[in-house]
């Protein structure tokens, strides 16, 4: 079985818990509010901080490498999106939930000790966005009415080839990955470890 094959069989059940939970929901519906939405741009941005951060050091690694495409980046997207919904001071003025902090450091603790379990957060990130991403985009753009141009939802948007081409490509850069079989799994544990640390953050912001 392709580790592609893996990960998604591996990590179905969470992904559609981890869809419910906290915040979730409400967003789903079109009921996020700008000051949420914006408490949710922030805290992703650490972890996309962390998590970009620790891909570019590692890009040379062979399992990194398969994956690693500066086209899916999305640090400078959000910090764009928290401009212009929030204005200069996020940084400083948004709030970040611990599960947040938790969740950047564990990254960068996989960074010095083990890089090729980042992989399993650039699949539940990257592949997240070009996929259901792509969904809360429009239901984002709707509930907070923000222009077609794009402004607001940077996040979501990706310059070509495309979603449709950066997400073949992701998946076939997973199944170029070689392995042992125990680091393969491990890949999979830590990409459910991912989901789990998402609904956190997700329970925790609908508190905030």
């Not at 990194?64 to 212009?84: F, G």
């Not at 991403?133 to 984002?140: K, N, Y």
Request: proline letters at 4%; aromatic letters at 6%.
């Amino acid at each position: 079985m392709s580790l592609a094959d893996r990960l998604k069989l591996g990590t179905h059940a969470l992904h559609r818990e981890v869809e419910r939970s906290g915040m979730m929901p409400a967003f789903l519906r079109g009921t996020i509010s700008r000051e949420r939405y914006c408490l949710l741009l922030r805290n992703l941005h650490a972890i996309y901080s962390s998590l970009e951060a620790a891909l570019t050091e590692h890009r040379q690694s062979p399992a990194i490498e398969a994956i690693h495409s500066p086209a899916l980046a999305r640090s400078a997207a959000l910090a764009a999106d928290l401009d212009h919904l929030h204005g200069s001071g996020w940084q400083t003025a948004l709030p970040l939930t611990t599960p947040a902090r938790r969740y950047a450091a564990h990254l960068q603790a996989l960074a010095a000790e083990a890089p090729s379990k980042l992989v399993a957060h650039a699949y539940v990130r990257y592949l997240g966005d070009l996929n259901g991403g792509q969904i809360l985009r429009r239901i984002a753009r709707a509930a907070l009415r923000l222009p077609e141009t794009g402004d607001g939802t940077r996040f979501h948007e990706f310059a070509a080839p495309g979603v449709d081409a950066l997400a073949a490509a992701f998946r076939a850069g997973l199944d170029h990955i070689v392995l042992p079989e125990a680091e393969l799994d491990a890949i999979v544990h830590e990409a459910q470890c991912s989901f789990r640390l998402h609904a956190e953050l997700f329970e925790a912001l609908a508190a905030a």
